[in-house]
């Protein structure tokens, strides 16, 4: 006696309580026995004895019946509330279901079908999935169900056009789980969902306006398909309420990924993400590899959406390890009067507010990004001739000896004084004129106004640092520039000191070639903010380096962090193994240098000691701390 399923659906997709072994096995040798128990009774024994045995035999086979037809009733209780539990969950699913045999048959389909391709859904069964995908998708879409299979723990996404009831191509997402190897299932089980623009635009022939313009990594809507749905999406923004999300994933090192890694990665990270989002969301690939959300709801609902994906985002597995990754999204709300290309940017800027905010940030969009943008771009533009204008200038602050109590160099550090904002830090300006070959300029003017303030001292000593820019030293015209700027100077090459980042050290070998020919020259080169990049003992063992600067990320509350205290002896450590002097920057405090001097530091730099001196001042030999190097230091006033 069996049960039938569903109409429409395979028996191996409802779960099936297994018979006890052990009441299997002993079911045909009771049955057995209790039928020559009767027959033997009745047959071939005295009466008295034959009847009992027959009796006994009959009451065994009643019993054994009996036990059978409530075990029946019990296993078809079973299946039919999997089989309802089943119903349940697949009406409950927000995204219609389609069931696939291993052939590619469709075994099952839920009745979200027919709203999605206008098909009735038990017409379907029975029929091969690949006819009704559009020829040119049929590769995308066999190429996953053909290949190794799918962890059932994992999940891919594929998008293609799939032919309507009425004849024209949807562009249908397909989220898909093979679980061919649970006994349970013994399928491909696929989640979908309509990707197509809500709205055709007027006068456009369907099919073109359907055509699959998707990313061919991830499988999802790419930049060109997400601005033609967001532009549909505007147009309905009056009556209803929608946003944008947009993540940007950190870590995603592909000059060091191979390539088949790190598509694997990718479709990882769009199956998490596929997972996080709620029904109605829709998701594309964005513009330099971001993820981009359609939210249906308010700026809130985005947030939150926004926040589920960020927390979807950690370490994936690779071979050989792990990659841990980390994400930030911006929001921003849609209004029907804003054009698609604004309402991309407005959320690009809460992105990037998110993004120097730190990873798992969330931030939306207001007034004030606008302000803070319109403020950068106005930088940007006034940069280009600052220098020409004279609104550039550098200051000097000193590094101090405090075994020696006495001045040993000042780092030059350029400043803006811009007519309308005023005084613009550095670490607004400089990033910008990183951004173009501006920098490289600047850097060449630095040179050469720090070198030519130097040797107009007078002082025999006094060195001078001047940091270069990671694009100076990748142009290889660094070491023309500096000798350039000793010549016209007659500043001797040993009072000279270039700064360089860590991450530079890992650039071309010319590099290495050209910081090699400097120190040959006299030059010393020191690595700037050390302890916050590549740092390690490794790299820094046979390079061209004289100097460590330790950043002042390490002096965050060391008075009261052990673990900032222990990393302060570290690198003092790591310099004395390597015999290189250690700089500490960004010492504020008499605290924190007395703190610095009981570890050994010996030279320090910060307002303790003094601000960055004006080119008057230095001239005026306010540079000299020696009188203000007591055994008790007094902390400069502001």
């Known amino acids: 006696m069996t049960t039938a399923p569903v109409p429409g659906q395979p028996a191996a997709a409802f779960p099936v309580a297994s018979p006890s072994g052990r009441a299997g096995l002993l079911a045909v040798p009771v049955a057995v026995v209790a039928v020559a128990a009767v027959v033997v009774g009745l047959l ?47 009406k409950s699913s927000v995204d219609p279901v389609v069931i696939l045999d291993d052939r590619f048959r469709v075994t099952f389909a839920s009745q979200g079908i027919a ?109 060109a398909a997400l601005v033609r749905s967001l532009g549909a999406v505007q147009r309905e923004a009056h009556r209803r309420s929608f946003s944008l999300a947009l993540v940007r994933i950190s870590g995603l090192a592909s000059e060091i990924l191979a390539p088949d890694t790190e598509t ?34 308010s700026i809130a609902d985005a947030e939150i959406v926004a926040a589920r994906l960020v927390a979807a985002v950690g370490p994936v597995p690779i071979p050989g390890g792990s990659l841990r990754l980390s994400a930030v999204a911006g929001v921003a709300a849609l209004f029907a009067d804003v054009d698609t290309g604004e309402a991309l940017r407005r959320g690009e800027l809460a992105l990037r507010s998110a993004a120097t905010a730190g990873p798992g940030s969330v931030h939306r969009y207001d007034d004030a990004l606008r302000v803070e943008e319109d403020r950068r771009a106005a930088l940007r533009t006034d940069l280009d ?45 400089v990033p910008l004129a990183e951004e173009s070959p501006l920098i490289t300029e600047l850097g060449r003017w630095v040179l050469r106004e720090a070198c030519a303030t130097i040797a107009a001292l007078g002082d025999a000593d006094l060195g001078v640092a001047v940091n270069v820019s990671a694009r100076q030293v990748r142009s290889g015209e660094l070491v023309p520039d500096v000798i350039s700027a000793l010549e016209t100077s007659g500043l001797p090459s040993s009072r000279l000191i270039v700064e360089i980042t860590e991450s530079v050290l890992l650039d071309d070998s010319h590099v290495i070639e ?105 001239a005026a030999g306010e540079w000299d701390m020696r009188s203000a190097l007591p055994d008790a230091v007094t902390p400069a006033q502001s």
């Open 385 to 429: 001739g600052a220098l020409d204008r004279g609104e550039l200038r550098l200051v000097f602050q000193p590094v101090v000896d405090i075994v020696m109590h006495r001045t040993v160099s000042v780092e030059a550090l350029l400043r803006w004084r811009h007519p309308l904002f005023g005084e613009v830090s550095p670490t607004e300006f």
């Open 115 to 223: 709203d999605l391709l206008g098909f009735d859904a038990a017409a379907v069964v029975g029929l091969p999935l690949l006819r009704a995908v559009h020829p040119d998708d049929r590769s995308a879409v066999s190429g996953i169900l053909d290949a190794d299979r799918i962890r059932p723990e994992e999940l891919a996404v594929r998008t293609a056009r799939i032919r309507h009831a009425d004849g024209r191509w949807r562009l249908i997402q397909a989220t898909v789980r093979d679980l061919r190897a649970d006994p349970d299932v013994g399928a491909f089980v696929l989640f979908c969902r309509d990707a197509s623009s809500r709205v055709p635009a007027a006068g456009i022939d369907p099919d073109l306006h359907e055509f699959s313009l998707t990313d061919p990594v991830t499988g999802l809507p790419n930049r």
């Open 44 to 90: 071939a024994v005295p009466t008295v004895l034959g009847l009992v045995l027959a009796g006994t035999g009959l009451a065994v086979l009643v019993s054994f019946q009996a036990t059978l037809w409530t075990r029946q009733r019990r296993l078809t209780g079973a299946l039919q509330r999997s089989q309802s539990s089943f119903r349940t969950l697949v």
């Open 264 to 297: 694997a990665v990718l479709r990882s990270l769009t199956a998490r993400l596929t997972r996080a989002l709620r029904g109605e969301d829709w998701l594309a690939r964005g513009k330099d590899g971001d993820f981009v959300v359609l939210v249906d709801g």
């Open 514 to 618: 050209d910081l090699t020919v400097l120190r040959r020259l006299g030059v010393r080169v020191a690595v700037d903010d050390f302890g916050t990049g590549w740092s390690s003992l490794a790299y820094l063992v046979g390079m061209p380096v004289d100097v460590l600067k330790m950043d002042q990320y390490f002096l965050s509350d060391v008075e009261h962090d052990p673990a900032r205290r222990a990393m302060c002896r570290a690198v003092l450590q790591l310099g004395s193994s390597l015999d290189l002097p250690v700089i500490v920057e960004g010492v504020t405090n008499e605290a924190v240098l007395t703190l610095l001097r009981d570890m050994g530091h010996r030279y320090l730099q910060g307002y303790v000691f003094a601000r960055p001196l004006e080119a008057g001042q230095l």
